[in-house]
């Protein structure tokens, strides 16, 4: 709702990964380079791990609009635990290989047949596996195995894994592991964003949507949304997203710390207990931000908490109040027959449009 206050075409901070919205920052632009490496090598493991919303899928999807599909044949899945046998038979499907029936000695036959046929057309093939680190060690060594099917003396199959810190760890940590190690030929560790990149990464999202400087930013509103988000790309899309909506009820052509700030404590308020202490002021997750507060759950045994009551049940009539005032902002926005008031770009964010 927000987007059309704003005369926007979209939703520059949907939590859902768009590659559209690709930005390089630094240690993105890293990734980028050691898959590139990795990629020309043409064979053996490239590993790619992050936290989470550190933007592993957004960089995984920016690699499938760049690479050459002339020449890669990509697969890619998401990892759910999958068992190693449950792993090859989605790897044979995906090579269009019916796997009912199928031993696993016929399965990996039918699946190095399948890896021929991809290399007969001029391909190589590209497997690319997310959310590496829910894969069991049974799961990774059949990965390994597949790794070494030739032709030619060239590898059929390369593979992406991206997951977790935790997959770092057990790929360093577990002797069973350590054939495995040896193929890896690039690795990365997406970092969270620098504060410096916070201004331009808000400004791309919001330019790739149409935004013309209405609102526009002051400039100490980076280091608040970089002190409520500490660099992670999904805490501070959630973050903005906020501050929009509340710019946007509030009828606001500038936004400033103060704004960044308060809309930071109502997130931290939301979920106070769940709320994520990083030293650098970070909101809570977007998994727990997700989950609903009921204030009938909450025990009534001492003072204390009885004056936690009567806040969470005035923060609910706030929002109440914020809703109405939304659908009476939608009721206007619809009913009104007059043009939008044009708005000249102030101070600060509004000359990174101008530039671009």
Same mark, same amino acid.
């Given at each position: 709702?927000?987007?059309?206050? @704003?005369?926007? !075409?979209?939703? +520059?901070?949907?939590?859902?990964?768009?590659?559209k919205f690709w930005f390089e920052t630094a240690t993105?632009?890293?990734?980028?380079? @050691?898959?590139?490496?990795?990629?020309?090598?043409?064979?053996?493991?490239?590993?790619?791990?992050?936290?989470?919303?550190?933007?592993?899928? !957004?960089?995984?999807?920016?690699?499938?609009?760049?690479?050459?599909?002339? %020449?890669?044949? /990509?697969?890619?899945?998401?990892? !759910?635990?999958?068992?190693? *046998? &449950?792993?090859?038979?989605?790897?044979?499907?995906?090579?269009?290989?019916?796997?009912?029936?199928?031993?696993?000695?016929?399965?990996?036959?039918?699946?190095?047949?399948?890896?021929?046929? $991809?290399?007969?057309?001029?391909?190589?093939?590209?497997?690319? $596996?997310?959310?590496?680190?829910?894969? +069991?060690?049974?799961?990774?060594?059949?990965?390994?195995?597949?790794?070494?099917?030739?032709?030619?003396?060239?590898?059929?199959?390369?593979?992406?894994?991206?997951?977790? +810190?935790?997959?770092? =760890?057990?790929?360093?940590?577990?002797?069973?592991?350590?054939?495995?190690?040896?193929?890896?030929?690039?690795?990365?560790?997406? =970092?969270?964003?620098?504060?410096?990149?916070?201004?331009?990464?808000?400004?791309?999202?919001?330019?790739?949507?149409?935004?013309?400087?209405?609102?526009?930013?002051?400039?100490?509103?980076?280091?608040?949304?970089?002190?409520?988000?500490?660099? $992670?790309?999904?805490?501070?899309?959630?973050?903005?997203? %906020?501050?929009?909506?509340?710019?946007?009820?509030? *009828?606001? %052509?500038?936004? &400033?710390?103060?704004?960044?700030?308060?809309?930071?404590?109502?997130?931290?308020? *939301?979920?106070?207990?769940?709320?994520? =202490?990083?030293?650098?002021?970070?909101?809570?997750?977007?998994? !727990?931000? /997700?989950?609903?507060?009921?204030? /009938?759950?909450?025990?009534?045994?001492? +003072?204390?908490?009885?004056?936690?009551?009567?806040?969470?049940?005035? %923060?609910?009539?706030?929002?109440?109040?914020?809703?109405?005032?939304?659908?009476?902002?939608?009721?206007?926005? $619809?009913?009104?027959?007059?043009?939008?008031?044009?708005?000249?770009?102030?101070?600060?964010?509004?000359?990174?449009?101008?530039?671009?």
């Open positions: 709702m927000y987007d059309e206050h @704003y005369g926007l !075409t979209g939703r +520059p901070f949907q939590l859902t990964p768009d590659p993105h632009r890293k990734a980028m380079a @050691y898959l590139g490496y990795g990629l020309a090598q043409g064979e053996g493991f490239i590993v790619i791990t992050g936290d989470i919303g550190a933007g592993k899928t !957004t960089l995984v999807g920016h690699l499938m609009d760049t690479i050459d599909h002339q %020449r890669l044949n /990509a697969i890619r899945l998401v990892s !759910t635990a999958i068992e190693a *046998d &449950d792993l090859l038979r989605i790897v044979a499907t995906e090579l269009h290989i019916d796997p009912a029936g199928l031993t696993k000695a016929e399965l990996l036959t039918a699946i190095e047949r399948g890896l021929h046929a $991809v290399a007969r057309t001029g391909k190589r093939t590209l497997l690319i $596996v997310d959310e590496a680190q829910a894969l +069991p060690v049974s799961a990774l060594e059949e990965l390994r195995m597949l790794s070494n099917f030739q032709a030619g003396g060239h590898a059929l199959l390369q593979i992406v894994l991206l997951g977790q +810190p935790e997959f770092r =760890d057990r790929l360093h940590g577990l002797d069973r592991l350590e054939q495995l190690r040896q193929r890896v030929i690039a690795i990365h560790h997406l =970092d969270p964003m620098e504060e410096h990149e916070v201004s331009d990464y808000l400004a791309h999202r919001l330019t790739v949507v149409g935004w013309t400087g209405n609102p526009d930013f002051a400039d100490d509103a980076f280091a608040a949304f970089y002190a409520g988000s500490a660099g $992670v790309p999904r805490r501070l899309n959630l973050l903005a997203g %906020r501050v929009m909506l509340h710019a946007a009820i509030e *009828d606001l %052509r500038v936004i &400033d710390a103060a704004v960044v700030r308060s809309v930071q404590r109502d997130l931290e308020g *939301d979920l106070p207990t769940l709320a994520t =202490d990083t030293g650098k002021g970070a909101t809570a997750s977007v998994e !727990t931000l /997700a989950q609903p507060v009921s204030v /009938a759950d909450t025990p009534r045994t001492d +003072p204390a908490t009885e004056e936690r009551i009567a806040a969470l049940e005035a %923060r609910v009539e706030l929002q109440d109040e914020a809703l109405r005032r939304v659908l009476t902002l939608l009721v206007d926005w $619809v009913e009104s027959e007059d043009a939008k008031p044009a708005y000249a770009p102030i101070r600060g964010v509004s000359a990174w449009h101008d530039a671009a």
